[in-house]
């Protein structure tokens, strides 16, 4: 990894890039696929291809290489931070792309036969706490992107976030320790 990180910090040319994209394609090419095998995203072997495409439009396009700085993350943080964004984006604009041609009362169709895998119980978050979670947990949003879309701070959807997942512990049981598991028994040292 040093090797790509002296040819970022010394040179922002032609070199770099190709620097970066012959030895660490495969690299990228796991990120994504691991990024849409963990959100369970069913993508074709071309949409991946698609998503490396797009990857490098923006390392590219956007001169990434030389904003990179090693002292706020490690390289492989950075590339899998790049990976993963263009991922959600690419599959958000298909998604946008499928209810248009399919038209909305097919789509309609179509969501309701799929179950929901996301459901939150009823009564136990404020509307505001499940709105946030569920932009964040279901759709995917980022903080940022959160608090934007709801026109608060970052710091308040942080903070509903954390009280929305502290009252569904408590409401699951999480905080609670686990059946026939006792705490064991406080013992004082004496003083000699």
Not at 61 to 69: E, M, N, P
Not at 85 to 107: C, H, P, Q, S
Request: aromatic share 10%; charged share 25%.
């Amino acid at each position: 990894m040093s090797n790509i990180t002296l040819d970022i910090n010394e040179v922002h040319d032609e070199a770099s890039y190709n620097v970066l994209f012959s030895k660490y394609s495969k690299l990228i090419f796991k990120l994504i696929n691991d990024f849409v095998k963990s959100q369970n995203i069913d993508l074709h072997p071309s949409e991946v291809d698609d998503i490396y495409q797009e990857v490098a439009m923006k390392i590219f396009k956007y001169d990434y290489i030389s904003k990179y700085k090693k002292e706020k993350s490690s390289f492989i943080t950075w590339l899998n931070i790049i990976c993963r964004t263009t991922a959600i984006d690419y599959y958000r604009k298909n998604l946008r792309w499928m209810e248009f041609v399919l038209g909305e009362e097919e789509a309609l169709d179509r969501a309701e036969e799929t179950p929901p895998a996301f459901s939150l119980p009823a009564g136990v978050l404020t509307g505001r706490q499940a709105e946030i979670i569920t932009l964040l947990f279901r759709d995917g949003f980022s903080t940022g992107e959160t608090a934007i879309r709801l026109d608060i701070t970052t710091r308040t959807v942080r903070s509903l976030k954390f009280q929305a997942l502290a009252r569904l512990r408590a409401h699951y049981g999480a905080a609670a320790p686990p059946p026939g598991h006792e705490a064991a028994p406080e013992t004082r040292r004496n003083a000699s």
